[in-house]
């Protein structure tokens, strides 16, 4: 049997193969879902998802929490997931879809984004994100954002008000004013649990905090009845993060991508890592070149390129199928999705996640 980093080799070079051959048969863009036959998923993939969403990869032990934390997470997850499940039954674009879930858990303190962003080593909160429609693969992008609420709105205003993908700092933050966004002061993404966190990296001898850093990155993936998928991913980034740094979560095909011929995804980890293994666009491209299901995919990627670049996270993805996958190599991931009936299901802690 092949090792890990075997099987994945002989994955990137299948890949790479068919690329060469025929490479001509893969128009960048299409927009349509592939003919080819695909593989039947594996028993671990979840089916008939309409909207997953993610809030960090990391690790929660049962017994970790207590009672109302998990209730807190719990129920952010299940807001943003009866948010964004609203609009695809309503017929609203995917677009809207994963913007509106993304914006709760924004809102929500909880959590490693908007409200809830962690500080950076000059105690303020520089926030990254970024979306993209998987129709045309259309995407806009912010980082180092300082006084916007919702990152994630002002990424797709990029994408829809500007000529441009990617914009920074002031810049990003100018643009959300001259197109109406709210000035947001900083005080307003403080939290004294982001703050202790702070106080503890910088502190590390004489702090002993029994607290754990639970809750991440937020990412949201959908699909609609038209087999149209769409992705939107969200950070603060990291506790104590050199200002100025950006991770994978605001650039697309590192952190976020979405195809409809192959699958939406938003990651959670290791940011730089993520970006030099082009993690998302990775997943797809397996999936589009060598025919991969998405959770082989996604876990070839996830649990064996990324841990062998020395590093750990997740991710969730979503085929326009509807097969959900959501591997990690770090011990949990949180997250959460709704399948087309409206069933909701929330996954907080390490065993109700599994690995690949």
């Known amino acids: 049997m092949p090792t890990p980093k075997r099987s994945f080799l002989i994955s990137a070079g299948l890949a790479a193969l068919v690329v060469g051959l025929s490479g001509s048969q893969f128009a960048a863009g299409a927009a349509t879902t592939s003919d080819a036959p695909v593989q039947a998923p ?8 309409v909207l997953a969403v993610h809030g960090g990869a990391g690790s929660i032990p049962r017994g970790s929490i207590t009672p109302e934390q998990e209730k807190a997470y719990r129920d952010g997850l299940t807001k943003a997931l009866q948010t964004g499940y609203a609009l695809v039954k309503d017929g609203k674009p995917v677009l809207d879809a994963v913007e509106k879930a993304v914006n709760v858990l924004e ?9 809830g962003a962690v500080f950076n080593t ?9 979306i993209m429609n998987g129709k045309d693969l259309k995407s806009g992008a912010v980082a180092g954002v300082h006084h916007t609420k919702n990152p994630i709105t002002l990424a797709r205003m990029v994408m829809e008000k500007s000529p441009h993908v990617f914009m920074a700092g002031k810049g990003a933050d100018d643009f959300a004013l001259r197109n109406g966004v709210p000035y947001t002061t900083q005080d307003y993404f403080w939290t004294q649990r982001r703050w202790d966190s702070l106080m503890a990296a910088k502190n590390p001898a004489r702090t002993q905090s029994k607290d754990r850093e639970v809750g991440g990155t937020v990412g949201a993936i ?6 149209n998928v769409a992705a939107a991913t969200s950070t603060g980034g990291l506790t104590n993060k050199q200002v100025g740094r950006v991770g994978d979560s605001p650039v697309i095909g590192a952190g976020t991508y979405a195809n409809n ?16 293994g082009v993690a998302a666009y990775d997943i797809s491209a397996l999936m589009e070149y060598a025919r991969m299901p998405v959770q082989k995919a996604a876990a070839t990627v996830i649990t064996q390129k990324i841990p062998a670049l020395g590093a750990t996270g997740g991710a969730i993805a979503l085929d326009p199928r509807g097969n959900l996958a959501a591997p990690h190599s770090t011990k949990g991931i949180i997250n959460g999705y709704v399948t087309r009936d409206g069933k909701i299901v929330t996954r907080l802690y390490d065993d109700e996640t599994p690995a690949s």
Do not use: Q
Not at 42 to 49: M, Y
Not at 222 to 227: L, N, T
């Open 42 to 49: 594996p028993s671990s993939t979840v089916r008939n998802v």
């Open 107 to 115: 809102d929500d303190p909880n959590f490693n984004a908007g409200k």
């Open 122 to 130: 000059d105690a303020e909160h520089e926030l990254d994100a970024s």
């Open 222 to 227: 959908a699909v609609d009845g038209s087999r």
């Open 261 to 276: 011929r192959t699958v939406a995804i938003s990651c959670t980890g290791t940011g730089e890592v993520f970006i030099r």
